[in-house]
């Protein structure tokens, strides 16, 4: 057969094209959608997982928290309460709603930071009834034990579903350790009472409860008595009270209309804290 016959060169192209195909297959990466698709979500589930710990970590609570109680209705108002509940203990009360204007509202002017004290200092709604503001007395024990209802719903409620996961039954004994530890607490409550301080209108000497290295209680042995300096000590003591308690130091508001009762409050109860080692 001659070089030049038709069927020769048919041949020798058909060859050509294959040979062609073959070496343009062997040049494609080799690669695949599947494959790439598997490389990229990699980086993404370790990013995922690096994050988890950080979202864990922002979810721990701290056991502080605030509850509103319900409205109590008065005939001169709605009175209604929050407190603050720190491990279980309140350390701070307020009235969110009080009768307002008049004589109810100077009654409630008088009445309520006396009432917020009671709150924290009997840690129940077992309060005195303020003189001359029975109304507004009896509306902030209704709230407030509404608020330490709900309290001691959430307690109930967080206490079932740790004893759950500990395996333990919601209310059973804890075990020596802990009827040992509430002892050693509760032996660390003590009572200070500051050095008096002497003020352009008399001394003012402050006394605190002090527990589990916190105080629960303030209150003043010793103010201005008589004529408007008495008149402003009986406005602004169960204030400064509240702000002791709240504050867990000397660094509280001067009361207005009472500032040299105030400073002598301030320096006394400094006095009583550092007795304290606070």
Known sequence: MRKSHPIRRAVLA?????????LLLSLKPASDPASASAA???????????????GGSGAQRTGTQSVTGDVARTQYGDVQVRLTVSGGRI?????VQAPQGGVSGQKSDLAVP??????????????????????????Y???LQSALDKVKADGSASGQ????AS??????????????AAGSQAAQTRTVTGDDAQTQYGPVQVRITVSGGRITKAETVQAPQGGVSGQKSDLAVPRLNQEAVTAQSADIDTVSGATYTSGG???????????AGG
């Open 114 to 139: 006396r009432l917020n004290q009671e709150a924290v200092t009997a840690q129940s709604a077992d309060i005195d009834t303020v003189s001359g503001a029975t109304y507004t007395s009896g509306g």
């Open 167 to 180: 395996g333990q039954a919601p209310g059973s004994p804890s075990g020596s350790s802990s009827s040992g």
């Open 265 to 275: 409050y301030k320096k006394s109860l400094q006095s009583a804290l550092d007795k």
């Open 161 to 164: 579903a740790s004893g759950s």
């Open 40 to 54: 990229g979500a990699a980086p993404q589930r370790t990013a995922a997982a690096q994050e988890s710990p950080q």
């Open 91 to 95: 350390t701070a009360a307020e009235a």
């Open 141 to 143: 024990k209704k709230s």
């Open 14 to 22: 058909g060859a050509a094209t294959v040979s062609g195909i073959v």
